[in-house]
């Protein structure tokens, strides 16, 4: 299926603990809200935040988190990595939470994105 940029697709952010650990629920909160507001899709991890800044791990639990309080209702984007594909060794961490439809980023990105599930 094609992806489809129409609507609002708002980039957002991961939220964290004052120790700077991952607040999932905060992260959900804000999907809700968003949904609620009538925004059209997602876009999660961008590719100057902290998808830079995130492990593999932390990436994926981003992900689950967004996929579970979404639900299908409204698309969702993330960022597919920011290494060069010739230096990775495993697939990213969107590629392993179950997301298809990739595409890449404009010249100006140094990601690849992925599309909806």
């Known amino acids: 299926m094609q992806p489809s940029w129409q609507g609002i697709y708002p ?9 700077r650990s991952l607040d999932i629920e905060s992260t959900q909160r804000v999907i809700e809200n968003l949904i609620t507001d009538g925004v059209h899709g997602l876009i999660m991890l961008g ?4 998808n830079t800044s995130l492990s593999p791990e932390e990436k994926r639990s981003v992900l689950h988190a967004a996929k579970e ?19 990775r060794t495993t697939p990213g961490p969107v590629s392993q939470s179950g997301w298809t439809a990739s595409w890449p980023c404009p ?5 690849r994105t992925a599309a909806r599930w």
Not at 11 to 19: E, K, L, R, W
Not at 47 to 50: F, Y
Not at 107 to 111: D, L
């Open 69 to 87: 309080v979404v639900g299908g209702r409204i698309q969702v984007r993330a960022s597919r990595n920011t290494r060069p594909r010739s230096r």
């Open 11 to 19: 980039a957002v952010s991961t939220q964290f603990h004052n120790d």
């Open 47 to 50: 590719t100057v935040g902290e």
């Open 107 to 111: 010249r100006w990105s140094t990601a």
